[in-house]
């Protein structure tokens, strides 16, 4: 390649990396897109039901509330179990009563 052709091709792919980089490369025309006539967007509003909206609104609230709860609960019972765990004799004691409930299991399923 000569040099011209080598500082083209140079200035090509920095051209195409910057775009990349930026994400002009795929940038949407907002000025030309269509209009929605404001008429149109008041009919659509105006039919909006929003009882329904409300009882959709408020099962994703619902949903997200309880995620959290569980979330907390989850971190909570985490920090709980660290605290019996790094105490050697509460650590000791719930594992010899794992234990007997574990040997009470077994001996349930052998009587079976």
Known sequence: MDD???AMVS???KTMLKHLSNGSLFEIDYHNRPKIPGSL???LYQR???ETVLEIAIN???EKLA???IVAL???FTNDIKQIMSNRELREELREELRAVIRQKLKERTHD
């Open 48 to 50: 909006i039901n929003m």
């Open 11 to 13: 200035q090509i792919q």
């Open 4 to 6: 011209f052709t080598k």
């Open 67 to 69: 995620d959290k709860i």
């Open 74 to 76: 989850s971190t909570e």
């Open 41 to 43: 967007l008041q009919k």
């Open 60 to 62: 994703k609230l619902e």
